[in-house]
Nanobody, 112 residues
Protein backbone atom coordinates (compact mmCIF):
# COMPACT_ATOMS: atom_id res chain seq x y z
CA UNK A 1 0.00 0.00 0.00
CA UNK A 2 1.38 3.36 -1.05
CA UNK A 3 1.48 6.08 1.58
CA UNK A 4 2.82 9.62 1.32
CA UNK A 5 3.23 11.68 4.47
CA UNK A 6 4.02 15.39 4.32
CA UNK A 7 5.44 17.37 7.20
CA UNK A 8 7.20 20.63 7.89
CA UNK A 9 4.42 23.11 7.38
CA UNK A 10 3.79 25.99 9.73
CA UNK A 11 3.44 29.73 10.06
CA UNK A 12 6.26 32.03 9.08
CA UNK A 13 6.68 35.72 8.39
CA UNK A 14 7.19 36.99 4.87
CA UNK A 15 10.81 36.52 3.85
CA UNK A 16 11.21 33.45 6.01
CA UNK A 17 11.90 29.84 5.10
CA UNK A 18 10.36 26.43 5.58
CA UNK A 19 11.34 22.95 4.47
CA UNK A 20 8.61 20.48 3.66
CA UNK A 21 9.18 16.74 3.63
CA UNK A 22 7.33 13.97 1.84
CA UNK A 23 8.14 10.49 3.07
CA UNK A 24 6.98 7.58 0.97
CA UNK A 25 6.26 3.96 1.73
CA UNK A 26 5.13 1.29 -0.69
CA UNK A 27 7.08 2.70 -3.62
CA UNK A 28 10.44 4.21 -4.46
CA UNK A 29 10.64 7.85 -5.49
CA UNK A 30 13.70 7.05 -7.54
CA UNK A 31 11.56 4.90 -9.86
CA UNK A 32 8.81 7.45 -10.43
CA UNK A 33 9.75 10.98 -9.52
CA UNK A 34 7.51 13.17 -7.41
CA UNK A 35 5.64 16.44 -7.64
CA UNK A 36 4.54 19.12 -5.20
CA UNK A 37 1.23 20.93 -5.55
CA UNK A 38 -0.50 23.56 -3.45
CA UNK A 39 -4.04 24.71 -2.90
CA UNK A 40 -4.84 28.15 -1.56
CA UNK A 41 -8.19 28.80 0.18
CA UNK A 42 -11.00 28.93 -2.34
CA UNK A 43 -8.72 28.11 -5.27
CA UNK A 44 -7.89 25.04 -7.30
CA UNK A 45 -4.87 22.88 -6.64
CA UNK A 46 -1.87 23.97 -8.68
CA UNK A 47 1.49 22.54 -9.62
CA UNK A 48 4.56 23.82 -7.78
CA UNK A 49 7.57 21.64 -8.59
CA UNK A 50 8.61 18.19 -9.71
CA UNK A 51 11.70 16.04 -9.55
CA UNK A 52 12.82 13.00 -11.45
CA UNK A 53 15.91 11.18 -10.33
CA UNK A 54 18.81 10.11 -12.50
CA UNK A 55 20.24 13.49 -13.38
CA UNK A 56 17.09 15.19 -14.62
CA UNK A 57 16.68 18.88 -13.91
CA UNK A 58 13.85 19.69 -11.49
CA UNK A 59 11.00 21.79 -12.88
CA UNK A 60 9.23 24.66 -11.14
CA UNK A 61 6.26 26.85 -11.75
CA UNK A 62 7.35 30.39 -12.58
CA UNK A 63 6.14 31.97 -9.35
CA UNK A 64 8.54 29.93 -7.20
CA UNK A 65 11.62 29.80 -9.43
CA UNK A 66 14.70 31.01 -7.60
CA UNK A 67 12.97 30.69 -4.22
CA UNK A 68 11.99 27.01 -3.95
CA UNK A 69 14.22 23.98 -4.37
CA UNK A 70 13.05 20.38 -4.65
CA UNK A 71 15.48 17.58 -3.85
CA UNK A 72 15.42 14.03 -2.64
CA UNK A 73 17.13 11.57 -0.35
CA UNK A 74 16.96 8.11 -1.91
CA UNK A 75 18.17 6.40 1.24
CA UNK A 76 15.27 7.87 3.20
CA UNK A 77 12.83 7.62 0.28
CA UNK A 78 11.95 11.22 1.08
CA UNK A 79 11.60 14.30 -1.10
CA UNK A 80 11.93 17.82 0.24
CA UNK A 81 10.74 21.24 -0.79
CA UNK A 82 12.97 24.00 0.53
CA UNK A 83 11.05 27.26 0.44
CA UNK A 84 12.93 30.53 0.89
CA UNK A 85 11.89 34.16 0.63
CA UNK A 86 8.33 33.17 1.34
CA UNK A 87 5.52 35.52 0.39
CA UNK A 88 1.95 35.79 1.68
CA UNK A 89 0.74 34.46 -1.67
CA UNK A 90 2.58 31.20 -0.94
CA UNK A 91 0.02 30.48 1.77
CA UNK A 92 -1.66 27.19 0.92
CA UNK A 93 -1.95 23.53 1.77
CA UNK A 94 0.98 21.77 0.13
CA UNK A 95 0.64 18.23 -1.21
CA UNK A 96 3.13 15.76 -2.59
CA UNK A 97 2.06 13.35 -5.29
CA UNK A 98 3.44 10.30 -7.05
CA UNK A 99 1.45 8.94 -10.00
CA UNK A 100 -2.13 8.83 -8.66
CA UNK A 101 -1.15 8.86 -4.99
CA UNK A 102 -1.45 11.97 -2.80
CA UNK A 103 -0.39 12.87 0.68
CA UNK A 104 -2.71 14.42 3.23
CA UNK A 105 -1.22 17.88 2.85
CA UNK A 106 0.58 20.26 5.17
CA UNK A 107 -0.48 23.85 5.84
CA UNK A 108 1.89 26.70 5.07
CA UNK A 109 0.89 30.16 6.24
CA UNK A 110 2.98 33.21 5.44
CA UNK A 111 2.11 36.37 7.32
CA UNK A 112 2.86 39.84 6.01
Amino acid sequence: QVQLVESGGGTVQAGGSLRLSCAASGLNFSDHGMAWFRQAPGKERKFVAQIYFGGHTPYYTDSVKGRFTVFGDNAKNTVYLQMNSLKPEDTAVYYCAVMSHWGQGTQVTVSS
